[in-house]
């Protein structure tokens, strides 16, 4: 029997495909690694490996390092900034070390990211089939590697759009035709380096609204629809809770209910129509964002009116009495052949000036606590009924509270905006003063 001589050849020294692993260099989702020798172990290949596992780029080795021979190797992690790394020494059998290989960093994030916003275009679209959000989204140890998003018609609702991957931080999605006054959600998810899904986070919905050029336009809808003006008007007065706006060329204005710009001020602005005491409004005002301009300069321009055009007839004439502004009424004298003068309380003639910044002259004929009447002969007058006839002639004037009337039989200019005011099913008209100095005396 002779002697069996062993003999070693060096192992083949690791390269990075010796290794395998359930994790990827990089951001990982889970704590726990698993190396595999992808040859295996033993003759032609490496016998065994020396192991470090630490958060050190490079390893210099001293010989206490443990062996790994077999199976798997199995590795955790705690969250750790700069990330892990495997040292691995070759050997043969007879512990000749050839060749080291470092592998990293194996990094564990686990924490998902955050959505800080998701923003729509505002309370309304101005358009029924394309809709825009953008979003804000972060990990502070993996970052950002993609989103997510659906649009529908409830919060969290995807019943427009399906989840779709996207990597920029904004969509801009068309849709078939939605209904006016259907509100639309945006919902989104971002993923961190690691791959981590965030919780869902949705805009506040955005209402398809009628865009429409002119607040005459608007004025037109049925109430109750939303509606967006493409263009910027003026505020024209400033109450305690509403406001009033007009189209730059004067055309038409409108209450606002609700409080926000200052009187000068350029909006552009949404609301959805309603009626206030009579008086066609917008209530849920938006204005929308950037689109507050501040001016300066107060200079305005009062359309100038006569007694018996203040307030006006229908408008759209002949309209469905849920769409537009119902004409005001006034009395004046009527006189028909030879037969007497009757006093009627008739429909006002002329275009609707309601909601617009006016300025009529007269004389004052009669004043109250918070209001005052103005006659400039046009022979008609706003005395509400039951009142005895003849009443008090001249439009009706509503005074803001510390300004006081001027007095019976003063000769006076008023600027205000046409208003109305509803009383025993009729429609009057109103003069609203905004300060002390809408009213000039001669
Ligand atoms: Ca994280
Ligand atoms: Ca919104």
Redesign the pocket.
Known sequence: MSDVLSVCTLSVPPTPSAISSNASGGWNSSPDFEFSAVGGFGEGTVDHYNVAWDQDKTHSWDGSEPSWSAGTLDRSVTSSPTGWYLHLLGSNCAGVPNGSLDLGPFSYDDTAPTISEVR?L??YNASRTVFYAWWTASDDESGISGYRYALGTTLGGADLVDWTDTTWDSANVTIPEQPFGEKVYFSVKARNGAGTWSDTSN????MVAHLVSSIGEAKALAKGEPVLLEWASRVTGVYEWFYYIQDMDRCAGIMVQGTGPARGDRVQLGGVLAETNGEVSLTEPEIKPGMLVQVISLAEHPLLVIGRTLGGCDFPSGHDPNCGQKATKAWRWVKVGTAPAVRRFDPVAGLNNIGLLVRLAGKVSWVGPDSFYLDDGSAYDDTEKPWKSPGVPGVKVLLPSGVSAPPVGSCVSVTGISSCYESGGDLYRLLRVRDDKDIVTF
Do not use: I, N, Q
């Open positions: 729509d505002g309370v805009s506040d919905g955005t």
